[in-house]
């Protein structure tokens, strides 16, 4: 019952956070999935707008496409070629796909940044996502960083809450990522 209610939007309350992006060095744009190989999922498309979106704004010349490389998946490439049809130079896309996680994403990331002396960047991540990608960032002491937050699913607007299944799996999924990655160190 609880996955059709209002309940399971509001069981995510506490991992939803007040961001604004800033103008930066670079968009890092996280990865989410893929559906076949030239097709993103539905998140990962939006992400992928929305880095778009911030880049044709002007919040920073370069945007860093980050995700999976491995199981004949290649997210990221995906995620550039989408930029580069959409208008993006392809000299503005870096591409990182040693990453099969959002913690080995942070990594390589960080170490993008280091190498070519970056100091912030704006993160297009999911907006339940936001805790813990930032979690991961600050662990690795990167700390001027904003967000750029994408829905995955409205608010309620009556007793039944259509996307409620959703929203409750990817507030449970990161409440126990939230776990794991504090047990592992990573954040």
């Known amino acids: 019952m609880l996955t059709l209610t209002p309940l399971a939007y ?14 930066s060095d670079v968009i890092v744009l996280l990865s989410h999935g893929q559906v076949g190989d030239q097709w993103l999922s539905p998140e990962g498309a939006q992400r992928t707008w929305a880095a778009l979106k911030l880049y044709k704004a002007g ?4 945007i860093i496409s980050s995700g999976s490389s491995h199981h004949g998946l290649e997210q990221a490439a995906i995620q550039a070629n989408w930029l580069m049809l959409a208008g993006v130079p392809k000299d ?4 990182e796909d040693n990453s099969s996680r959002t913690f080995s994403s942070a990594v390589q990331v960080n170490n993008i940044l280091r190498i070519r002396g970056w100091r912030s960047a704006v993160i ?3 907006e ?8 991961v960032f600050q662990q690795l002491g990167l700390s001027n960083l904003s967000f750029e937050q994408v829905p995955e699913f409205g608010p309620p607007t009556g007793l039944y809450y259509h996307s409620g299944w959703r929203a409750f799996y990817h507030a449970s999924y990161e409440y126990a990522a939230l776990a794991l990655y504090k047990l592992k160190g990573w954040i």
């Open 10 to 23: 509001y069981y995510g309350a506490p991992l939803r956070r007040n961001t604004e992006p800033r103008p």
């Open 59 to 62: 919040f920073a010349p370069i």
């Open 92 to 95: 503005a896309i870096i591409v």
């Open 124 to 126: 297009v991540t999911s």
């Open 128 to 135: 339940l996502d936001v805790p813990r990608v930032q979690a």
